[in-house]
C-alpha cells in the first residue's frame, strides 16, 4: 500500500488539491486557509476550511456513494437528534484529478474520547444513551438500510476468516475469540421493524466537550438495521463500570446485549485484519475492543 494510503485505488489528496478544488468551485472561499485535520478516520480525507468549515473528501467509491445520501438526510435527522450532527454546507464536483463528488461541512469542535481516559464515564453513557434513544425515534419512512442492516449470521464467514489470518498472526486467541462469537450467533434475532441507527459509533465519531457527547459525527454507515448496533460504544469507549448504565437507559434485554458484544467484536476484527498496517489507531483501538468483548464474556 502506498504511503499515507489505507485502500487501493485511493487517489492523491493533499492540501494543494482542496486548494484547487476549492478555486474551482467555489472562488468566494479561495482566500480562506487550509490545513490538514490529523485524523484516524478511514473513509475520508478531512481538511479544515477557514475558521468554521470542513471539507470532506471520500477515500473510496463506496464512501462517495455516501456523499449525496448525508447532505439529504443529515437535514432530515439533525433537528430530531439529541446532539449536533454534521450540516452540510455544499456539495462539491469531481474536478482537477479527483474522481467523485465531496462535501463542506460546517465545522464542529470538539475532542475525541479516549477509552480508558473519559472523566466522568457514567454522564457519557447516559449522553450516549440519549443520542441513541433520539436516532430511534426518527420516522422510518423511505430510509435507506443501513451500511451494517445484515444479521449477524451474514458475517460469519468474514469473521472466521479475520479470526484465522489473526490467529496466525499472534495477534489474538482463536478458541477465546470464537467462544464470544459463537456466543453471539445463538442469540435471538430482534422482533420488529428496523429502526435508524448511526451503525458506527465509535470514538473517532464523537465529539466531547467537558466530558460530556457535544457531538456525532460521519452518518456514512447511518440507515435502518437492529438498534443493537447502536450499543457497540458499550466495548468502544465506556469502561466496564459504566455499561450498566448504557444498557439499562436502554432498556436492553440479554439477546439485544449478545448481539451487541457480537457487532462489537466482529466490527473489531475485521478492522484490525483491515488496518493493522495501514492505521495504527484504528488497530490499537480494535485491539482494545476485542479485550473488552473477551473480559466482559
Not at 61 to 80: C, T
Not at 105 to 125: C, H, K, N, Q
Not at 127 to 141: E, H, K, Q
Not at 194 to 208: R, Y
Request: glycine share 8%; aromatic share 8%; charged share 20%.
Amino acid at each position: 500500500m502506498p504511503a499515507g494510503k489505507m485502500h487501493d485505488g485511493e487517489p492523491d489528496i493533499d492540501t494543494a488539491l482542496v486548494r484547487r478544488l476549492i478555486a474551482a468551485q467555489f472562488p468566494r472561499w479561495a482566500q480562506l486557509p487550509v490545513e490538514r485535520v490529523d485524523s484516524a478516520g478511514t473513509q475520508n480525507a478531512m481538511y479544515r476550511l477557514g475558521e468554521d468549515m470542513v471539507v470532506r473528501l471520500p477515500r473510496t467509491a463506496g464512501a462517495a456513494q455516501d456523499v449525496v445520501a448525508e447532505h439529504v438526510w443529515l437535514r432530515r435527522l439533525a433537528p430530531a437528534l439529541a446532539v449536533a450532527v454534521p450540516e452540510p454546507l455544499t456539495e462539491g464536483r469531481p474536478g482537477n484529478g479527483y474522481p467523485w463528488p465531496w462535501s463542506v461541512f460546517r465545522w464542529l469542535s470538539g475532542a475525541i474520547p479516549v477509552a480508558g481516559r473519559i472523566d466522568e464515564p457514567e454522564r457519557l453513557a447516559a449522553d450516549l444513551a440519549r443520542f441513541v434513544l433520539s436516532l430511534r425515534g426518527v420516522d422510518p419512512t423511505d430510509a435507506p438500510p443501513s451500511y451494517r442492516s445484515e444479521t449477524l449470521a451474514a458475517r460469519d464467514t468474514d469473521v472466521r476468516a479475520a479470526i484465522a489470518g489473526l490467529a496466525a498472526l499472534g495477534e489474538i486467541d482463536a478458541a477465546a475469540v470464537s467462544t464470544v462469537w459463537d456466543t453471539a450467533l445463538r442469540a435471538p434475532a430482534r422482533p420488529g421493524p428496523p429502526v435508524w441507527i448511526h451503525a458506527d459509533l465509535q470514538p473517532g465519531n464523537m465529539l466531547l466537550a467537558d466530558g460530556r457527547l457535544a457531538a456525532v459525527i460521519d452518518f456514512g454507515c447511518a440507515g435502518l438495521g437492529d438498534p443493537a448496533v447502536d450499543l457497540i460504544p458499550a466495548w468502544y469507549v465506556l469502561p466496564s463500570a459504566a455499561r450498566p448504565v448504557f444498557r439499562a437507559a436502554l432498556a436492553t434485554d440479554d439477546g439485544m446485549w449478545a448481539r451487541a458484544r457480537g457487532w462489537a467484536l466482529s466490527i473489531a476484527l475485521m478492522e484490525l485484519d483491515y488496518y493493522r498496517n495501514t492505521n495504527p489507531t484504528m488497530a490499537s483501538t480494535a485491539r482494545h475492543v476485542i479485550t473488552e468483548t473477551l473480559t466482559d464474556q
